[in-house]
């Protein structure tokens, strides 16, 4: 008997060869125009997104990471303003708000969700001797956090509401996509995300076009008109054209592409473990961008996955309001559900090249868990 092989986390590499070739051609398309930046797949992709969105404009840039920065800004973040987010999904909202010279304040999660809930942001902000200037909504694992009721807590407030989509894409809010219930949301088109380009990428979407402008701008020096800097905070991140054309090719496919990884999902929602719990089900407000468990157990659990030939990671090792960062301390925060998920979580294989016998194997070793 053939021991079976290894299932990886993650493998980039299975991508299908009619995707790689029609990919290989989009890019001998963009050679032969000699256009490689700010060209026509570039501004033919902000209008493929938007529309697939439903949103009124979107804003390419150079990555996820500046995408909230450049949105902070345009709501107005400042130096010294306070930003609220959670501390369980990655620190790339805290780095953003740094970046603006910003102050993160750290709300706490639901234990069901591990999402920020109404409650959990109204708690944060009920102590806090300013207001703050904004929210970052994120849409962790690819689930969406209730938006609608965050957002009207920070009406109330005068906090202006950022959705961070970088995991989220495709997902579906009822009849609109999610990320367009606040002023405006970003995205991520890091390799490993739902929707990748092969190289870094990123965007902000919105139903607001001063906000969509102020990003315009800021992505590129702050420019007004060519070489005339009328906007504060400008910089270069830019998207190249490369990965335009690349995206234009793979942004049909992402629908079916999250309907396979939701089935994957459904499949390990099948399995009975003892000691562990599958924090998300599959539905259209999931893209199933990562099958996340969390177990009292998690060393254990990972070496049962590791001995069984399951490749597993942790998303995420270290919660924000427990990073050394170099250059600021955070606020000091009480977040008891985000200590305890940040030692809890374990994520499993879920991407759509996963064979059906992976995934059964997968299911398998957790449903003995
Ligand atoms: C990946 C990710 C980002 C950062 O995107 P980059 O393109 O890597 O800068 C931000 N937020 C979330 C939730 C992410 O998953």
Redesign the pocket.
């Known amino acids: 008997m053939t021991s079976p092989g290894r299932i990886p986390f993650n493998d980039l590499s299975r991508m299908p060869t009619d995707l790689s070739a029609a990919i290989a051609s989009a890019v001998a398309g963009v050679i032969e125009s000699g256009w490689f930046v700010l060209g026509p797949n570039h501004a033919a992709f902000e209008t493929e997104f938007a529309a697939y969105l439903g949103a009124r404009e979107a804003v390419l840039v150079a990555?996820?990471?500046?995408a909230?920065e450049l949105a902070l800004a345009a709501v107005g973040v400042e130096a010294g303003d306070f930003v609220v987010t959670v501390a369980n999904?990655?620190a790339?909202?805290s780095v953003a708000t740094r970046l603006l010279g910003g102050v993160p304040v750290y709300c706490d999660i639901d234990p069901s969700t591990l999402l920020m809930s109404a409650e959990t942001f109204e708690a944060a902000i009920a102590g806090l001797p300013i207001a703050p200037k904004a929210v970052v909504v994120?849409h962790?694992y690819g689930a969406l956090a209730p938006t609608g009721a965050i957002a009207a807590v920070a009406a109330r407030h005068g906090i202006r509401v950022v959705e961070?989509c970088?995991?989220s894409i495709g997902a579906r809010a009822g009849e609109r996509m999610g990320g367009l219930a606040g002023d405006i949301a970003?995205t991520?088109?890091?390799p490993t995300?739902n929707l990748g380009a092969l190289g870094?990428?990123?965007a902000v979407f919105t139903d607001d076009s001063s906000l969509a402008e102020a990003v315009r701008q800021m992505r590129q020096y702050g420019w007004t008109a060519k070489y005339r800097i009328g906007r504060a905070h400008g910089r270069n991140s830019r998207m190249d054209e490369l990965q335009a054309a690349i995206l234009r090719v793979k942004l049909p496919l992402l629908d079916a592409a999250n309907e396979r990884r939701r089935a994957i999902h459904t499949v390990y929602e099948s399995a009975a473990p003892i000691g562990a719990r599958l924090v998300n089900s599959s539905s259209p407000a999931f893209t199933a961008h990562l099958a996340v468990l969390t177990t009292e157990h998690r060393a254990t659990a990972r070496e049962a996955l590791d001995a069984a030939g399951i490749g597993t990671d942790v998303h995420y090792p270290i919660a924000d309001h427990r990073q050394a960062f170099p250059d600021f301390t955070p606020l000091p925060a009480e977040l008891p559900v985000t200590d305890w998920a940040t030692e809890s979580v374990l994520s499993i294989p879920l991407f759509p090249e996963l064979t059906d016998d992976e995934v059964a194997r997968v299911r398998d070793a957790i449903d003995g868990l």
């Open positions: 990555n996820g990471t500046d909230l999904a990655g790339y909202t994120t962790l961070d970088a995991q970003t991520s088109f890091y995300k870094d990428g990123g």
